[in-house]
Structures are given as C-alpha cells and as structure tokens.
C-alpha cells in the first residue's frame, strides 16, 4: 500500500525564520508528487513535482523532488504569520486516481 | 470559474440517519474525488470518477458509504445508517483531463457531525 510519511508533525518558529519541511513515500508506481497548503479550510495547491532535482519556486517557498531517495521537501524563507497553516503531502497512484496523502506539517509562525 | 463547491456546508445529525452531501466540481473538470479528513490527519481518499464512471473506490465505499455522478458533472456522497465515527470534513476535489495534470482542486467541504 502507497504510504506518505511527513516530518516534522508541527514546527513553531518566528517571523523571518526559514523553515524545511520534509515528506518521504513509498508508492508502487510514482507518477508525481504535490504540495497543499491547508489553512481553517480547504487545502489550496503549492506544488507539483515530476523530475528529480529540479526546484520549484513560487516567492518565498521552494520545493524540489529526490526520486533516488524517495524523498521532497518544501523550503520557506523570511516566514510571515501568513505562513501558518497545514502543509500536506500528496502522491497520487498511476491513473491520477487516488491519492495517498501525509497527516501533514502543522506551521505555527509567530511575530 | 468558480471553484468547487459543496453543499451543505455543515450536518449535524443524529446516529442511525442517513446523510447526502453534493459537490459541484469546476465545470470543465472531469476528475472528481471524494475525501475525508479527520482532526490531525491529511485526507484519506475515498472515491475518483472520471466523467460519471466511478474508477476507484477504497473499501470504505463497499458498506454505508456510496457515491454518484449520473451525469458526468455534480456528484453526491450519502452515508446510510451513519455512526459517531462517521463524524468528519467531507472533501470534494475535481482535477482537469488525466494526464494533462494531477493537480486537485478542492472544495470547502462538508463539516458532518454525528451526535
């Protein structure tokens, strides 16, 4: 069974820190890999990554993928409070069916 | 566009009733899945359709759980006979043509309380 684990479970840091989050899978057939930033609601797209090695970059956050290491994680640099959310890691499986995601980072970002 | 939208926003309702909730995905979309999501955990995938096929399902859907989508575009999730256990945020994705990309676009979700 595909399984997404995320680390750390929560992070506590203050306004202009940067913070890497990390999410490692195991999936039978790896298609592509994504990124979800989830506020009180529902989660909103960051990233999706393909290729290994290759950074995406949107502002301040960045993610890039290792396939070799079965592994990704999500930069953000200079945080705000407005970084303060759930980010979620999301495998889908072959068909762009169902999706395995992680529990999540939960970012706590104080000024 | 207006994104994807779901109805109700929140249920409460009392152990042994029956629930439906609806998503409406974005209009040219013709993946939809269903998701729920409980307190500490990332959402845990219960349904894909492509147009009104239903592709996937994980063994949640084999009982109480079903899932419709008679016309290739607004889908409906009932739970029959639900449980405390049922309580939960009900998601609602949709997702342009398979291979075009994975991305998921979410609804807000259904908030479902079982009392």
């Known amino acids: 069974e595909d399984k997404v684990v995320q680390s750390p479970l929560s992070l506590v840091v203050h306004e202009g820190d940067t913070v890497t989050l990390n999410c490692s899978y195991e999936?039978?057939?790896?298609?592509?890999l994504l990124w979800y930033k989830q506020e009180k609601k529902a989660p909103t797209f960051l990233f999706m990554l393909?290729?290994?090695?290759i950074e995406k970059k949107s502002g301040r956050l960045s993610s890039i993928l290792d396939k070799k290491e079965l592994f990704s994680i999500l930069n953000i640099t200079a945080t705000q409070t407005g970084d303060s959310a759930v980010y979620l890691c999301?495998?889908?499986?072959?068909?762009?069916?169902?999706?395995?995601f992680g529990d999540g980072t939960t970012l706590t970002v104080k000024p | 566009d207006t994104g994807v939208s779901q109805d109700p926003r929140h249920k409460i309702t009392k152990r042994g009733q029956n629930v439906t909730f609806r998503c409406d995905p974005i209009?040219?979309?013709?993946?939809l899945y269903w998701y729920r999501q409980t307190l500490g955990q990332g959402p845990e995938f219960l349904t894909y359709?492509?147009?009104?096929?239903?592709?996937?399902k994980s063994r949640l859907l084999s009982d109480r759980f079903s899932a419709e989508r008679p016309k290739g575009s607004f889908s409906t999730l009932e739970i029959q006979r639900t449980e405390q256990g049922d309580s939960a945020m009900y998601l609602c994705?949709?997702?342009?043509?398979?291979?075009?990309?994975?991305?998921?676009?979410f609804g807000p979700g259904t908030r479902l309380t079982v009392l």
């Open positions: 994705a949709s997702g342009p043509t398979a291979g075009t990309t994975d991305t998921q676009y």
């Open positions: 999936v039978t057939n790896f298609r592509s």
């Open positions: 393909t290729s290994s090695g």
């Open positions: 999301a495998v889908p499986n072959t068909n762009a069916g169902k999706s395995t």
């Open positions: 209009s040219e979309h013709n993946r």
């Open positions: 359709f492509q147009n009104e096929a239903q592709l996937e």
